[in-house]
């Protein structure tokens, strides 16, 4: 994944629209081998949800229990961060979902 | 008048026990527990950070006074674990919560005083006429070495007031403040270096107590007042024994002070630690009651308020969540879990 | 016009430690140049599709870096990339440029080598097929198919055990196969076994990292094309979005659905026209999906197809991946496109060998997918029967 401070400033002037707003999730997969630099996360969910706004979006799921990942499972939209083994470069911060 | 007109506070899901921390370094559970008075410590996932739980805590507060985020015209905010070292939290946040561009704002540190005082220059502000409403986050990933005795309290939490000068919106009314603070060297980190490090029971008597009483002696004097006076009171939880001790010798009693003390099962989110306390008092507070509230901050410092709730906080309680609905929202980790998501693995 | 391939060529499929990329080009052009009987100066164009290059080598300007190690210079050259579709793609442009009148012979060449970097940055490296969002959740290759193999499974009531069956007859398949990454049987208890990777798929339902070339020559030179060629009566191409969240269906790729339909349009033919297919079987998923998505199989049956044997050489009608597909051959990911036009011409040749898995076949077919299905390319052959 190649973010530079400025693809991280564009794209962070979005966070605000997503923040908060609840969404269902429709399918997910556990990630048990990562991508380079999401390797202190796994195993991780990953789902596509669809918010309340009709708009789908996928991203991992956190702060979940085995029981949470159900077809039709209600999520909030949150910021964490995307990854944190660079301790360099800005921190990337994006959205993931938690179970509600 | 200037007060409180909303607040939030965010409380990270998972949860482990002291006791399992102490088995870990084949020490007696039960010894620790009961010299520490901290049963449950809350513990950030590794991708929360000061900022991300800010950004939650503040959420929480708009949320549950309904004020658009442009109307905020100052932001503050106090943490001892900023996740940058020059990069202010404080823009992150505002632009994450849809703040625009004009408001004040900087990014402050003093230890576990550091949002206190950041209410305090927001108050200032305020008073002024400045600005009309303010944003206060204390917010915490509070890091302790593995070993050490701070890990069997150093917990994570964000806690986000908005304060305001529309007297017809307050929920809490600040009727007096003031500080207290002296060059005390008890618990400090040097730049550059990963955990804090402390002088053993140099932090009692000499550093929080001598501050914490410093600063409530005067906040006593000032408003001629006394703790019977009050129907609460709210100090720095570095433990579940200080806040306990210090209240008992300024002659508060029991009553008084267990609505605050969220340690137990929370830990110690250093600036988050006072202000989420005072969370769970105005949770159940009734109009018209009076909170004495003193913070700590080590090198070292207290800040005090005296706080007057109004008639507006029993409607405002239903739009929040309450701290010990996200207390009861918790799940329990294994200490190597624990090392994993504070990255010490 | 008929456009046919004169001569076609693989290298061996694996973990080529000691092949360099212009080593895997040379071998695999030079071999399919020998079968064409031309010389090297009647080739007036090359194709090149190829994904990684850039990415994992460092080397782009790679329509140049090919033709001068194949000695081709001063033609033109080109590199298409499509993600896995690379090959697929290429050929499609190859064949454009014929039939625009700009060439008569033209040399397409695959090509991919995977195993100079690291696993972690390969699998990195392959999510540039999906888009930003899908990078940011962490999700990786197998995560998203393993999505669609969810959804598969929950909409037409399958189990892990009907996807691990694409593992079993691929392997088998691909044990005839010299060329094969991998020459060994499984078992849908083997599969099953296997680590997981992305619930539901595990290791063995997932394609493996590949190094290897291809060539195909294709020429619509009379006196060139004889008996001895197979003619591309279709090739077509198909988008879709990006991402997988943003399609209007998890379990079928309108990419490879769209190409596909307008390929037998094209040709003047039906799904059960076709002896037999390469198909993208990437993940055993997406050979569900594709046999479904080209007609071989209605919707939602291509799973319980497949058990019964319908795709099985030996026992079934229209052949799918008789090399072994991307599974058991292996999956040099800008090469595949190409090594199944390869695998068709030698199919409908009768020249497979110990693979060869269907006898007078007259119509074969190769579907090529890009990334999560966000382009697709189908191509379909034909004997020439002069």
Aim: net charge neutral; proline share 4%; charged share 20%.
């Amino acid at each position: 994944m190649i973010t530079t401070p400025v693809k991280l400033w564009r794209r962070g002037k979005k966070l605000v629209n997503h923040i908060g707003v609840k969404g269902e999730l429709l399918y997910w997969t556990i990630v048990r081998v990562p991508p380079k630099n999401f390797a202190d996360q796994a195993p991780y969910p990953v789902g596509i949800v669809r918010l309340g706004t009709g708009e789908m979006m996928v991203g991992q799921l956190v702060d979940w229990t085995e029981k949470d990942l159900k077809s039709g499972m209600r999520v909030v939209a949150v910021m964490r961060r995307i990854t944190h083994e660079d301790k360099e470069n800005i921190i990337p911060y994006g959205i993931k979902f938690k179970p509600l | 008048m200037v007060g409180i007109v909303s607040y939030g506070t965010y409380i990270p899901h998972y949860r482990i026990k002291i006791e399992d921390i102490a088995r870990a370094w084949q020490k007696n559970p039960a010894d620790i527990v009961d010299a520490i008075q901290v049963k449950e410590k809350a513990v950030p996932n590794t991708d929360e950070d000061a900022i991300t739980m800010g950004v939650e805590a503040t959420v929480s507060a708009l949320r549950a006074c309904g004020l658009d985020a442009k109307k905020l015209q100052s932001v503050f905010v106090g943490s001892e674990s900023h996740p940058y070292a020059v990069n202010p939290s404080a823009t992150i946040i505002a632009e994450a919560i849809g703040m625009g561009n004009h408001y004040f704002s900087v990014d402050m540190k003093f230890a576990c005083k550091a949002a206190t005082a950041a209410m305090q220059v927001t108050a200032g502000l305020l008073g002024s006429g400045e600005i009309g409403y303010g944003l206060v986050i204390g917010s915490d990933t509070a890091q302790a070495k593995p070993h050490d005795v701070l890990e069997y309290s150093a917990a994570s939490v964000a806690a986000a007031y908005i304060l305001g000068s529309n007297k017809d919106e307050l929920i809490a009314e600040i009727k007096e403040m003031s500080s207290f603070s002296s060059n005390t060297p008890d618990f400090w980190r040097r730049d550059g270096v990963r955990y804090p490090s402390h002088f053993g029971r140099f932090t009692g008597q000499p550093a929080y107590f001598a501050h914490v009483l410093g600063e409530a002696h005067a906040l006593l004097m000032k408003s001629q007042m006394q703790p019977s006076d009050f129907d609460y009171c709210v100090f720095h939880m570095p433990n579940g024994k200080f806040p306990r001790a210090v209240a008992a010798k300024l002659g508060f009693t029991k009553e008084q002070l267990l609505p605050s003390l969220t340690v137990d099962m929370v830990g110690n989110p250093y600036t988050a630690s006072a202000m989420l306390g005072l969370a769970e008092v105005l949770d159940t507070a009734k109009p018209g009651q009076k909170i004495f509230f003193v913070s700590y901050g080590s090198g070292a410092g207290a800040d005090g308020f005296i706080f007057e709730t109004t008639k507006k906080i029993t409607d405002f309680q239903k739009k929040t969540i309450p701290v010990s609905t996200q207390i009861a929202d918790k799940e329990y980790i294994s200490y190597l879990q624990y090392l994993q998501k504070t990255h010490k693995l | 016009m008929n456009i046919s391939i004169i001569g076609a060529a693989t290298t061996k499929f694996g973990e080529l430690w000691t092949s360099s990329p212009r080593e895997l080009a040379k071998e695999a052009f030079n071999s399919a140049l020998a079968q064409s009987g031309i010389s090297s100066s009647k080739v007036e164009a090359l194709y090149v599709g190829n994904m990684l290059g850039g990415l994992l080598g460092h080397q782009e300007n790679i329509g140049s870096f090919y033709a001068e190690e194949l000695g081709l210079s001063p033609v033109p050259a080109f590199r298409l990339e499509a993600a896995c579709a690379s090959g697929g793609v290429a050929l499609h442009n190859a064949i454009n440029s014929i039939k625009a009148g700009l060439y008569t012979t033209v040399a397409v060449l695959g090509i991919e080598k995977m195993t100079d970097a690291g696993g972690d940055l390969v699998a990195s490296a392959l999510m540039a097929a999906g888009s930003d969002e899908e990078r940011g959740s962490g999700i990786t290759f197998p995560g998203l198919y393993a999505l669609m193999a969810q959804a598969y499974m929950s909409e037409y009531k399958y189990k892990e055990e009907d996807l691990a069956e694409v593992a079993v007859k691929n392997h088998f398949h691909g044990s005839y196969n010299q060329k094969a990454q991998f020459k060994f049987k499984v078992t849908v208890a083997d599969v099953m076994k296997s680590s997981r990777i992305a619930d539901p798929l595990k290791l063995l339902d997932c394609s493996p990292v590949t190094d290897g070339g291809a060539c195909v020559i294709i020429s619509s030179d009379p006196k060139i094309i004889s008996k001895n060629s197979v003619s591309i009566v279709a090739s077509e191409v198909g988008t879709d979005t990006l991402a997988l969240h943003k399609r209007a269906s998890f379990t079928s790729l309108n990419a490879a659905k769209d190409a596909g339909r307008r390929a037998y349009a094209r040709a003047g033919l039906r799904p059960v026209d076709v002896d037999v297919a390469e198909v993208h079987d990437c993940f055993s998923i997406a050979e569900l999906i594709a046999v479904e998505d080209l007609g071989f199989s209605e919707t939602g049956k291509g799973a319980s197809d497949l058990k019964k044997g319908k795709f099985t050489r030996g026992k079934g009608k229209t052949i799918v991946n008789p090399s072994g597909g991307l599974k058991a051959c292996g999956h040099p990911v800008g090469a595949t496109g190409v090594k199944q036009a390869v695998e068709i011409f030698e199919q409908l040749m009768g020249t497979a060998g110990e693979k060869q898995s269907v006898t007078d076949a007259k119509i074969g077919l190769a579907h090529n997918v890009g990334g999560s299905g966000a382009i697709a390319t189908v191509h379909i052959f034909k004997k020439n029967n002069f």
